[in-house]
């Protein structure tokens, strides 16, 4: 929680200050923002107060500042952080008014309730939000992933007719249809008349915008519609049941997946398989997306005459190769291109780098490989891309794609591991276009559930479920880590070490983990990781 200060409302102001209204106050010798959480409080006993200095125009409203004072002890952040997202760029003194009226009441809509539905990768969801801006009394709010998927949606939406929020400003006045990524849970629609999240797994980093809309809507008596290919174990678990389509329908939405078992293939073709070579030259002159969730060009190295690991004469951490030396990652450590063992400069690649295989792949198949990581600028017109992660955010549409190593997202080391990696090839096939196109996957874990689920376009096949309940891992219990240089003494929750200055604390529930780590905040950095 942010702390609390009263202060004096000067005659001029008191018809036009409102709860949530931003503010500009005299604090310790200077003049800070703020926003107004309450009107017409005492202040303690002699206590002389100070005057506000400015007024600032709108703030979110009081439902949004209540939410966000809810997030603020959910997600163990502070609430000032919230409500920078919920609060307009720029002063905002009139609100236009909103087509069709104005905004309902508190109560006038139909019955709250969360409604989980998993649809397949390559349906068009824009049925979903016009089934709920149909039945809907009052502003619907819509969430994607991301900023250029919002835009398209809205685009889409004025297409048809329908008063789409641009601002701030008509997000306020009632607008009947708001579009947005994940900030835009913080929109300040005044009352909600329904809610949809599309991608709902996709929308967790420092807060869940999903929960944030969820407990939005059932405060304000809307409906609320989470669609995913692949909801998460904690999702099935808080809002289910799922709603799921018919068997045939649901598969036809996943890419055809090939599998390549890495087990039994020539170790000589290292990344790149012949079966990757066929597709490519099949696929041709149709885009071909390659994923490998690792940049530069070697990140692992051995030499090539004594066998020793290249690793950090300074830290002892592993090197990897840029341009003609190596260089540590932890440490920022330079030296030649040479064993630190024996100086050899013979030294053979162990793990490769984007850059590295895009180099192998151009003249492997004759013709231009881009090369796309978080940092890359514009996506690089060429038919064969290679990148991280990123490249599967950054393309819309592609004949093929292609993860390289799929054993770094299965067996990657945290708990949500299986489901990142489901979701990767979910959106994989929306890439694709469902059953149209072709999903490459090679791994030395053929039988994994993710794997088995993603050929059979049934996400119910994954058991991540079964195992963390086994395991009490969230939504059988809940986990933060604390960053903190000793160990926090917590009331009703289990505190074991991580590493240096890093300490996990396990609750039976997230309402009693919450109210264990609420002392801390503001001391320390909490991140919460039961979502």
Same mark, same amino acid.
């Given at each position: 929680m942010g702390a609390r200060f009263d202060y004096v409302v000067p005659e001029r102001w008191r018809d036009q200050l409102r709860v949530g209204a931003r503010v500009r106050v005299p604090f310790h010798g200077r003049r800070v923002a703020g926003w107004v959480t309450a009107l017409g409080?005492?202040?303690?006993?002699g206590v002389v107060l100070r005057e506000i200095s400015k007024l600032s125009g709108y703030g979110p409203p009081a439902t949004v500042l209540a939410l966000a004072e809810w997030a603020a002890w959910r997600f163990a952040m502070p609430v000032t952080t919230l409500l920078?997202?919920?609060?307009?760029?720029?002063?905002?003194?009139?609100?236009?008014?909103?087509?069709?009226?104005?905004?309902?009441?508190?109560?006038?809509?139909?019955?709250?309730?969360?409604?989980?539905?998993?649809?397949?990768?390559a349906r068009d969801l824009l049925g979903v939000v016009l089934d709920a801006i149909e039945g809907a009394d009052g502003p619907v709010l819509v969430l994607t992933p991301s900023t250029g998927w919002s835009e398209r949606l809205a685009g889409r939406l004025r297409g048809r007719g329908l008063d789409v929020a641009s601002s701030w400003e008509e997000a306020a006045s009632g607008w009947p249809v708001v579009v947005g990524?994940?900030?835009?849970?913080?929109?300040?629609?005044?009352?909600?008349?329904?809610?949809?999240v599309l991608d709902c797994h996709d929308l967790?980093?420092?807060?869940?915008?999903?929960?944030?809309?969820?407990?939005?809507?059932?405060? $304000?008596?809307?409906?609320c519609t989470l669609v995913s290919p692949c909801p998460t174990a904690v999702q099935r678990v808080?809002?289910?049941?799922?709603?799921?389509?018919?068997?045939?329908?649901?598969?036809?939405?996943?890419?055809?997946?090939?599998?390549?078992?890495?087990?039994?293939?020539d170790p000589r073709t290292g990344l790149l398989c012949e079966e990757l070579v066929e597709l490519a030259r099949r696929v041709r002159p149709e885009? /071909?997306?390659c994923v490998l969730h690792r940049t530069g060009r070697a990140r692992l190295l051995a030499c090539g005459a004594c066998g020793a690991l290249a690793r950090c004469e300074r830290c002892g951490r592993p090197v990897e190769m840029i341009d003609d030396g190596l260089s540590c990652r932890s440490c920022d450590a330079v030296r030649p291109l040479a064993c630190a063992s024996c100086g050899s400069g013979r030294l053979k690649v162990l793990r490769q780098g984007v850059s590295r295989v895009r180099e192998e792949l151009e003249a492997l198949l004759s013709v231009p490989?881009?090369?796309?990581?978080?940092?890359?600028?514009?996506?690089?017109?060429?038919?064969?891309?290679?990148?991280?992660?990123?490249? /599967?955010?950054?393309v819309r549409r592609a004949a093929a794609v292609a993860f390289l190593d799929f054993d770094q997202h299965l067996l990657a080391p945290r708990f949500g591991a299986a489901e990142a990696s489901l979701a990767?090839?979910?959106?994989?096939?929306?890439?694709?276009?469902?059953?149209?196109?072709?999903?490459?996957?090679?791994?030395?874990?053929?039988?994994? $559930?993710?794997?088995?689920?993603?050929?059979?376009?049934?996400?119910?096949?994954?058991?991540?479920?079964?195992?963390?309940?086994? /395991?009490?891992?969230?939504?059988?219990?809940? /986990?933060?880590?604390?960053?903190?240089?000793?160990?926090?003494?917590? $009331?009703?929750?289990?505190?074991?070490?991580?590493?240096?200055?890093?300490?996990?604390?396990?609750?039976?529930?997230?309402?009693?983990?919450?109210?264990?780590?609420?002392?801390?905040?503001?001391?320390?950095?909490?991140?919460?990781?039961?979502?």
């Open positions: 409080t005492e202040p303690p006993p920078r997202a919920a609060s307009p760029a720029r002063n905002v003194w009139d609100l236009p008014r909103p087509p069709g009226g104005v905004a309902r009441a508190p109560g006038d809509g139909r019955a709250a309730g969360v409604t989980l539905r998993r649809l397949p990768p990524s994940r900030a835009a849970a913080w929109a300040p629609v005044p009352v909600l008349g329904a809610a949809v967790h980093d420092r807060y869940d915008a999903t929960d944030v809309v969820a407990e939005r809507a059932a405060r $304000d008596g809307a409906p808080r809002y289910g049941p799922v709603v799921t389509e018919e068997r045939s329908a649901e598969r036809v939405g996943w890419a055809a997946l090939c599998v390549v078992d890495r087990r039994v293939a885009r /071909l997306v490989v881009g090369e796309v990581t978080a940092g890359t600028g514009d996506v690089p017109p060429t038919q064969v891309l290679v990148g991280t992660e990123a490249v /599967l955010h950054r990767l090839l979910a959106r994989a096939s929306r890439i694709v276009g469902g059953r149209q196109g072709t999903v490459l996957v090679q791994t030395r874990l053929p039988d994994h $559930d993710v794997v088995r689920a993603a050929v059979a376009g049934d996400p119910g096949l994954c058991t991540e479920l079964e195992l963390r309940r086994e /395991l009490s891992l969230p939504p059988f219990s809940a /986990l933060a880590t604390v960053r903190a240089e000793a160990a926090p003494v917590l $009331d009703g929750v289990e505190v074991s070490p991580l590493g240096a200055g890093r300490w996990l604390v396990r609750g039976p529930d997230h309402r009693v983990l919450c109210d264990a780590v609420a002392p801390l905040h503001g001391g320390v950095r909490i991140d919460p990781d039961d979502v």
